[in-house]
């Protein structure tokens, strides 16, 4: 491997702190919402992404899509989620092959609940740090690196797919 590009000083600092917040961040999400709400931070994602669905609804295919997530690991989180009565699972109208994942009145009451809290655990840890202008740079950054590793973009939660999509 004589050609390798070797990061530059400055290319391994900034690799070594994008590495730290990767490593570091996820525990701060979960620690919050397991302390706050006894969910972990993916559980709650994937309420969140269903709130934001509309009808409160999404194929399972669609959800996992949504949350960067196996069907295998989402099923086993939306089963925890259904035995809690946040999330139910019904027949897909449109397609009696598939099923929907929907999010119960108690799972609206849920994310309403928690979502306050981990808002402020996000803007303490990831927003208020920021300018205005890092913000528009944090999400040029992290829109180019998706583009890199997901060019298929199957990982998109601004855009949510159809219930029956």
Not at 150 to 164: L, S, T, Y
Request: aromatic share 4%; hydrophobic share 45%.
């Amino acid at each position: 491997m004589t050609d390798v590009r070797w990061l530059s000083p400055d290319e391994l600092q900034a690799w070594k702190k994008f590495v730290a917040v990767v490593e570091l961040l996820p525990g701060v999400l979960d620690s919050q919402l397991q302390r706050d709400a006894e969910l972990s931070h993916f559980e709650y994602f994937v309420l969140a992404m269903l709130s934001e669905a509309p009808d409160r609804t999404l194929r399972m295919t669609g959800l996992a899509s949504a949350t960067n997530a196996t069907l295998p690991r989402l099923s086993h989180v939306v089963s925890r989620l259904e035995k809690r009565g946040f999330i139910e699972r019904v027949a897909c109208a449109e397609d009696r092959r598939a099923t929907n994942a929907r999010l119960t009145d108690a799972g609206v009451a849920k994310v309403v609940e928690t979502a306050p809290g981990h808002v402020t655990t996000v803007r303490e840890n990831v927003i208020d740090p920021l300018s205005d202008s890092d913000i528009a740079d944090l999400d040029r950054i992290m829109g180019r690196m998706l583009g890199t590793i997901d060019p298929e973009r199957r990982f998109n939660p601004a855009v949510m797919a159809e219930p029956g999509a």
